[in-house]
């Protein structure tokens, strides 16, 4: 689970959306009477998501030089001071004309500071950018002095001054980007040498190996070190966990050698909905383990610190592993061919594992305990897996207090009517779903998708009691009188604390629209598609995931306009013209900073547009790429030298711009030496299509088949071994990508991505190995689960590979079940067919996680057969193979 999704999810039911836009009675969510002041003379102010930033202008309105970076002053605050913080800070700057900016509202400083908001971003409520050191210095005691007093998050990536709520970095004052060791796109500093560095937040203090910290910060510096945990009786040999209110550790009592867990809390920090900090919600759980001490469902306290300012709760360690451990190596249908036996054991282990979970949910009522946050990841399953102890009672309330969820699991979190044990009660009915269909949060989006969900289970696992899933879903769909909120209406505001799911209605009955009904289907997911377009906004066209809120990417192919309306194009749906214009209109000129590559920015974006009849502006977005120091690029197909060749290649075949074909062989060429260095990359190589070397050895083909260079198809058969390499073997003889945890076997970053450009280089030379590979990578595919429904991280994309795939032995049949297990995702919006996007916790309309990106694979599938992804156009089709029929 990937906590960044969270907060995104609160100011909208249906669609990821930046929390900024959180409404109160649609007027906006309050802001700080300080933001509200009228802009001084002599100053510019902006705004800029969370920010509101202001400086000084010279008498021609120009903001003021500054420097590009340096040391900054950041101002840690909590939601009760922050207001006359900032009233203190804006009354110290002006006058001095420091430029200056803070978070604007409280809403927006609460999210900053969640359980789960980013470490590196805690506690920063104000920042400001001296012009020297000798500024530095001044503001720091100056204005040190007049915040004397207030509290603040302590914050992890600076160094505090004095005891007050003043912190400094040394970083950068402007934008600027550079790419880090691993080809991402990141901010940037200028070293001594004048090269473009990484400007690191990790969550420490470090200074750059070429700045000298200032004397004056010398004795701050030491006093940070002086906090050790050498003096304590515990020694740590282990983080579990980081969040933003702390970490939690494994070590050993040195009094007794026993094992322990020790959970910290950071005061100020890893706020829940209520408010409560993380010292708050770590004495809840200290409280809760204490009144249920001896019961045998919950760790026992050994100790309670504090240290450093922050609070430790020591505890028994459990031995055994968390229930949602066990899917990957359990689950009966993580394979392309479930065994009947295996199904059945499973069952019972289901059946079983839930009964334990239910018992200690008694026992712990029993003692006037509320759990308050039950999912799969705070169930420990004993090594014996006859019992079970509940973990992280940070949540837990008293059952007398009938209070609601503060802090929850998407897949797990009660509606607001549930108080009390009915939240218990409500999780225990979505643990009966996710052990069968781990899929939950989808009922983040639609309470209604429970009753289908008990369909799918039922056909799959034909011995869990018809009455078990009964039960789950008439607790789940359970609906309180004067509940009003309806899926698929557009707009519906977030409650403000726990996001919860959309209450069931009628609209949550419209007719079910089966992925397989060609060209109904399409039909569906085109009116839903265009139906959620916003071209009012400026951000974005489409809702789709969460990256799209960065740079380029509401623009962009993977998840901006761009690749919805390729999607469109490929399927043959109608044309979107006034989301061309809007296209259009936001590439004249392309926002600074838009990255360069083909899935994240003006690669793809020059692609679809010569796709749509839109030449000169293809071409004017190329020129601008080429401007820019493009060789630098990492060597992916996402958003390095891999795409923008390829992009560059078919731009010059459709436009006649012969040069344009010369830089694609230059981004080949220097792909080429990359490939073949003596040394090896920098960090832990990345495999697949979208990151791994599989991206540049299709550039590599596409080129081959262009000129005809056997060179480059020797490139591409190396490129490939490569990423070949980092694939292992599952028990079922899948093939997968390994990442150390799991294996990988997605469209993106997995095996079945190798796979498509394996069959394309086996088109063009035999090779053993390659075609050893083919039926591990197939398997994979055709594995019965899978996690999600887009196109580079789930079940789509292996669709896209089935029907696509020249290996022997692919049938109909094959093509039929992944689409009827892409049916298994299928929601409704406005009476629409679509899909939840990553994490399953929104809609989303993108084509790398949503909507456009199953409306392609489907259209590969049952539509005329010319449907793909960009340079991965359709194979000759075996002449054994025959197509399935629209509606088969």
């Given at each position: 689970m990937d906590k960044r999704y969270e907060v995104y999810?609160?100011?909208?039911?249906?669609?990821?959306?930046?929390?900024?836009?959180?409404?109160?009675?649609?007027?906006?969510?309050?802001?700080?009477?300080?933001?509200?002041?009228?802009?001084?003379?002599?100053?510019?102010?902006a705004r800029t998501g969370d920010w509101l930033t202001l400086g000084p202008v010279d008498e021609d309105g120009h903001s003021r030089p500054a420097p590009a970076q340096g040391w900054k002053i950041h101002v840690s605050a909590t939601l009760d001071n922050a207001d006359r913080m900032a009233a203190v800070v804006w009354d110290y700057c002006v006058p001095r004309a420091v430029p200056f900016k803070f978070i604007a509202g409280r809403h927006l400083l609460h999210l900053r500071n969640s359980k789960y908001a980013g470490r590196d971003g805690s506690g920063k409520f104000a920042t400001i950018y001296p012009a020297d050191e000798d500024q530095l210095h001044t503001v720091l005691r100056e204005l040190g002095k007049a915040l004397e007093g207030c509290e603040g998050p302590y914050i992890l990536t600076d160094l505090r001054w004095q005891e007050g709520p003043l912190y400094v970095r040394y970083g950068a004052f402007t934008r600027r980007m550079c790419v880090d060791g691993r080809g991402a796109l990141v901010p940037a500093i200028e070293d001594d040498r004048g090269r473009l560095v990484p400007d690191s937040r990790d969550p420490a203090f470090r200074v750059p190996e070429w700045v000298t910290l200032p004397p004056f910060l010398e004795p701050q510096l030491a006093e940070r070190n002086r906090t050790t945990v050498t003096d304590l009786p515990y020694r740590m040999e282990k983080a579990l966990h980081f969040s933003n209110g702390g970490g939690v550790y494994v070590g050993t009592d040195t009094r007794d050698g026993r094992k322990v867990v020790l959970k910290e809390a950071r005061p100020h920090a890893g706020l829940a909905s209520d408010g409560a900090d993380a010292v708050a919600r770590l004495e809840r759980?200290?409280?809760?383990?204490?009144?249920?001490?001896?019961?045998?469902?919950?760790?026992?306290?050994?100790?309670?610190?504090?240290?450093?300012?922050?609070?430790?709760?020591?505890?028994?360690?459990?031995?055994?592993?968390?229930?949602?451990?066990?899917?990957a190596d359990r689950h009966p249908l993580c394979v392309s061919e479930p065994d009947p036996d295996a199904i059945a054991a499973y069952t019972d282990w289901a059946l079983r594992i839930h009964r334990a979970v239910e018992d200690a949910v008694t026992a712990v009522h029993g003692r006037g305990v509320v759990f308050n946050d039950l999912h799969l990841f705070n169930i420990m399953v004993a090594p014996d897996e006859q019992s079970v102890a509940l973990l992280d009672f940070e949540a837990a309330t008293a059952v007398d207090a009938g209070g609601r969820q503060v802090v929850a699991h998407p897949g797990f979190v009660a509606p607001p009517d549930r108080t009390g044990k009915d939240v218990d009660r409500y999780a225990l009915a979505c643990l009966r779903l996710a052990l069968f269909l781990p899929v939950t949060t989808l009922l983040a989006i639609d309470r209604g998708k429970a009753a289908h969900l008990a369909q799918v289970i039922a056909a799959e696992f034909p011995d869990v009691p018809r009455e078990f899933l009964d039960r789950a879903v008439a607790e789940i769909e359970r609906v309180?009188?004067?509940?009003?909120?309806?899926?698929?209406?557009?707009?519906?505001?977030?409650?403000?604390?726990?996001?919860?799911?959309?209450?069931?209605?009628?609209?949550?009955?419209?007719?079910?629209?089966?992925?397989?009904?060609?060209?109904r289907s399409r039909d569906s997911m085109v009116k839903a598609i265009l139906a959620s377009a916003t071209p009012e906004r400026d951000d974005r066209l489409f809702p789709g995931d969460i990256a799209q809120f960065a740079e380029g990417g509401g623009l962009g192919l993977a998840h901006g306009a761009a690749g919805v309306l390729l999607a469109l194009a490929e399927s043959g749906g109608e044309r979107y013209e006034e989301g061309e214009r809007w296209l259009l209109e936001h590439t004249e000129p392309a926002?600074?900073?838009?990255?360069?590559?083909?899935?994240?920015?003006?690669?793809?974006?020059?692609?679809?547009?010569?796709?749509?009849?839109?030449?000169?502006?293809?071409?004017?977005?190329?020129?601008?790429?080429?401007?820019?120091?493009?060789?630098?690029?990492?060597?992916?197909?996402?958003?390095?030298?891999?795409?923008l060749g390829l992009a560059l290649d078919a731009l010059a075949e459709s436009t006649g711009e012969h040069v344009l074909g010369q830089y694609a062989l230059k981004a080949a060429e220097l792909l080429g030496e990359r490939l073949t260095a003596a040394r090896p990359p920098e960090g832990k190589p990345r495999a697949g299509?979208?990151?791994?070397?599989?991206?540049?050895?299709?550039?590599?083909?596409?080129?081959?088949?262009?000129?005809?260079?056997?060179?480059?198809?020797?490139?591409?058969?190396?490129?490939?071994?490569?990423?070949?390499a980092r694939c292992v073997a599952r028990p079922d003889g899948s093939l997968g990508v390994d990442e150390g945890w799991r294996t990988m076997p997605y469209l993106g970053d997995?095996?079945?991505?190798?796979?498509?450009?394996?069959?394309?280089?086996?088109?063009?030379?035999?090779?053993?190995?390659?075609?050893?590979?083919?039926?591990?990578?197939?398997?994979?595919?055709?594995?019965?689960?899978?996690?999600?429904?887009?196109?580079?991280?789930?079940?789509?994309?292996?669709?896209?590979?089935?029907?696509?795939?020249?290996?022997?032995?692919?049938?109909?049949?094959?093509?039929?079940?992944?689409?009827?297990?892409?049916?298994?995702?299928?929601?409704?919006?406005?009476?629409?067919?679509?899909?939840?996007?990553?994490?399953?916790?929104?809609?989303?309309?993108?084509?790398?996680?949503?909507?456009?990106?199953?409306?392609?694979?489907?259209?590969?599938?049952?539509?005329?057969?010319?449907?793909?992804?960009?340079?991965?156009p359709p194979l000759p089709r075996p002449q054994s193979r025959s197509r399935l029929s629209a509606g088969s």
């Open positions: 999810c609160l100011a909208d039911r249906l669609f990821y959306e930046t929390p900024d836009r959180l409404s109160a009675g649609g007027t906006g969510a309050p802001e700080f009477g300080t933001a509200g002041r009228a802009v001084p003379e002599g100053w510019r102010s759980e200290r409280d809760a383990l204490g009144k249920l001490a001896g019961l045998g469902v919950a760790p026992e306290v050994r100790d309670w610190f504090e240290l450093g300012g922050h609070r430790f709760l020591v505890m028994d360690f459990l031995e055994g592993r968390t229930l949602n451990s066990f899917f309180v009188p004067g509940e009003k909120v309806v899926p698929g209406e557009k707009g519906v505001s977030g409650d403000k604390g726990v996001s919860g799911p959309v209450i069931p209605s009628a609209a949550a009955a419209a007719p079910f629209v089966d992925p397989a009904d060609w060209p926002p600074p900073g838009t990255p360069l590559g083909l899935d994240d920015g003006l690669a793809g974006i020059a692609h679809v547009l010569d796709r749509l009849g839109h030449r000169n502006r293809a071409l004017d977005l190329t020129g601008l790429i080429l401007q820019e120091n493009w060789q630098r690029l990492p060597s992916d197909l996402h958003g390095g030298l891999a795409g299509l979208l990151h791994g070397a599989t991206g540049p050895a299709l550039l590599f083909l596409r080129l081959y088949e262009r000129n005809g260079d056997p060179a480059l198809l020797d490139l591409a058969g190396r490129a490939l071994r490569t990423d070949l997995g095996s079945v991505g190798i796979g498509m450009v394996l069959d394309d280089y086996l088109a063009h030379r035999d090779d053993a190995g390659f075609e050893a590979a083919r039926p591990g990578i197939l398997a994979a595919a055709r594995s019965r689960f899978c996690v999600q429904p887009g196109l580079f991280r789930g079940r789509a994309g292996l669709l896209l590979h089935v029907n696509r795939s020249t290996a022997p032995g692919i049938t109909p049949d094959d093509v039929a079940a992944q689409i009827e297990e892409l049916g298994w995702f299928a929601m409704a919006y406005e009476g629409q067919l679509a899909f939840p996007g990553e994490q399953m916790m929104r809609l989303s309309m993108d084509l790398h996680t949503g909507t456009a990106g199953c409306l392609l694979a489907l259209a590969a599938a049952l539509g005329d057969g010319g449907a793909h992804l960009p340079f991965l």
